[in-house]
C-alpha cells in the first residue's frame, strides 16, 4: 500500500503561481505513475496531469498545458505540480493519485491510491 500527502495549497492571486508536493511512502515508488486531479466546488473531479515511473513522460489536460508542469524526483520520493498564470477557474482541491504499473506510461485512470487532498484557491 502506498500513502500519499499533499501539500503547498494556498490562497494565490490570478497570474500567480503555487508548487504542489505529493510526498509517498509505503512501497518502491518509482513502481508507480503518478498523477494530479482536481475537484471544483459541484464538479466531478476531473484530470490535471501524469508522469510516468521514471519520470521520462508526461500528460496534461487540455486545460492546463502550458501553464502547469508535472515532475518526480524518485530519490525523494515526491511529485509535484507546478502552477504558473493561475487562473480563478483553477480553484479547487488537489488529489495525487497513484497506480501501479510495470510499464513507462502515463494515465488517467484506474489509480488505486489517493491522498487527501490540498486546497487551492486562486482569487480575481
Known amino acids: 500500500q502506498v500513502q500519499l500527502v499533499e501539500s503547498g495549497g494556498g490562497l494565490v492571486q490570478a497570474g500567480g503561481s503555487l508548487r504542489l508536493s505529493c510526498a509517498a511512502s509505503?512501497?518502491?515508488?518509482?513502481?508507480?505513475?503518478m498523477g494530479w486531479f482536481r475537484q471544483a466546488p459541484g464538479k466531478e473531479r476531473e484530470f490535471v496531469a501524469s508522469?510516468?515511473?521514471?519520470?521520462?513522460?508526461?500528460s496534461y489536460a487540455d486545460s492546463v498545458k502550458g501553464r502547469f508542469t508535472i515532475a518526480r524526483d524518485n530519490a525523494k520520493n515526491t511529485v509535484y505540480l507546478q502552477m504558473n498564470t493561475l487562473r480563478p477557474e483553477d480553484t479547487a482541491v488537489y488529489y495525487c493519485?497513484?497506480?501501479?504499473?510495470?510499464?513507462?506510461?502515463?494515465?488517467?485512470?484506474?489509480?488505486?491510491?489517493w491522498g487527501q487532498g490540498t486546497q487551492v484557491t486562486v482569487s480575481s
Open positions: 493519485a497513484a497506480k501501479e504499473t510495470i510499464l513507462e506510461v502515463t494515465t488517467t485512470t484506474h489509480y488505486a491510491y
Open positions: 509505503g512501497r518502491t515508488f518509482s513502481n508507480y505513475a
Open positions: 508522469i510516468s515511473r521514471s519520470g521520462a513522460r508526461t
